[in-house]
Each structure stands twice: as C-alpha cells, then as structure tokens.
C-alpha cells in the first residue's frame, strides 16, 4: 500500500482535526505528515508518522512522489501508483474559490516530481485524501462518485453549503465525522456535550430524518 503525505501548512484547529482524523481512518499507518511544528507534533503523532521538515525540502525520493494538484494536467490513475509510491496532499483548508496554493507552497518547489489532479472539483483534505485512496486500491477516478457544494438542512428552516465536493461511496455522501455536529454548535444549536448518534446522521443522509 502506497503512503499518504500531508504536507501541514493550517493551524490545528477543530474542524482540521475532523478532517485530519478522517484520513487517518482511512490510510492508518501508512499517514505522514510533514511541515509539523514543534508545538504539534505530540497532537499529529496521534493520527501518524510526524515529520517537522517540509516534504519540498525533506530528502524522499522524488521519483517515488505524487503531488496533487488541482492545476495538473494529468489525472492520477491506478497504474501510477506502485506499493512504494508517496502520495502527497496539501493540509489547505480550501476557498470558495480555489487560489493554487498548492501549487504555490509545493508544487512549485518540488521538480522531478509527478504531479497529478483527482477531478475538476476542489475537495476538503479528507475528500481528496479518500478520492485518493480509492484509486490507489483501483478505481479509476470518472467510477468515483461526488456531490458538489452539498447542502445539510440543520432543521426545518436553517441550512449549510458545503463550498467543496465530498465524495461519495456506494450513494452516500462520505462526509467529515463530526462535522454537523461542530457546524450546529457553531451555529448555536447545539451545546459540546450533544452527541448526534451513528443512526442519526445515517437516517439524515438517507432522507429519512432531521438533525
């Protein structure tokens, strides 16, 4: 199984953690992450294998390195990756309105490396990171299904758009655990100590209830 680069350019705040522990759900112990600070390497090596140098700098084989890229001119195909192959994924919490800073803190700092796109759609660091990995076990990306700009009703009057793709497998959305929760009591709607059930937002994403 291939490796998964993070290369860490946000601060760890809640809604990173979301995504950064969806990840690691997903890629275990082959997580890395790079261009850690001191302060947040004991946090991170809950999740993974912590590196403090950035992976522009850091001594990989390059020729074993994906970059993903949303301004790549080639996609990432199964065959590109190899048992030995690091994939690596910028920690940018995205815009609206994509501004190449992957491009600009990575891409452009690494030469030899393959750089790769997943799709015209702008993930979050966990969608792309799952995208990702359901290549690296064979899927080819146009039979990996995603909603763009996905909107969550919180009730009967209030609701959220995500301004990103989030993929989906087998006709559910694979949406960052904890995410409703952190939305609603950001919102107000909730206190911390509220938990939404697993049969909850299941019921939620199949229609069949409200949060």
Partial sequence: MPYLIIEHLEKVSEWLWLEYSHVAEWWKDKLIFTNVRGYEREKLAKLGSVIGESV??????????????LQAEEELKPEDIEEDTMIVVGGILGDAIP????????????????VRHIGKPQYSIDG?????????????LDG??????PTIKLDEFSEITLHYAVPKLNGKLLLTPG???L????LGYTKADEEISDEELEAFFEGKGEL
Wanted: hydrophobic share 35%; glycine share 6%; aromatic share 8%.
């Fill in 99 to 114: 501004r190449g800073r992957t491009k600009e803190f990575i891409t452009s700092r690494m030469e030899g490396v393959k």
């Fill in 179 to 181: 995410l409703i929760e």
């Fill in 56 to 69: 522009t700098r850091f001594p990989f084989d390059r020729s074993k390195l994906i970059v993903l890229d």
């Fill in 144 to 149: 990996i299904d995603y909603e763009e700009n």
């Fill in 183 to 186: 939305q609603k009591r950001e």
């Fill in 128 to 140: 792309a990171s799952i995208v990702t990995k359901l290549i690296a076990d064979g899927r080819k």
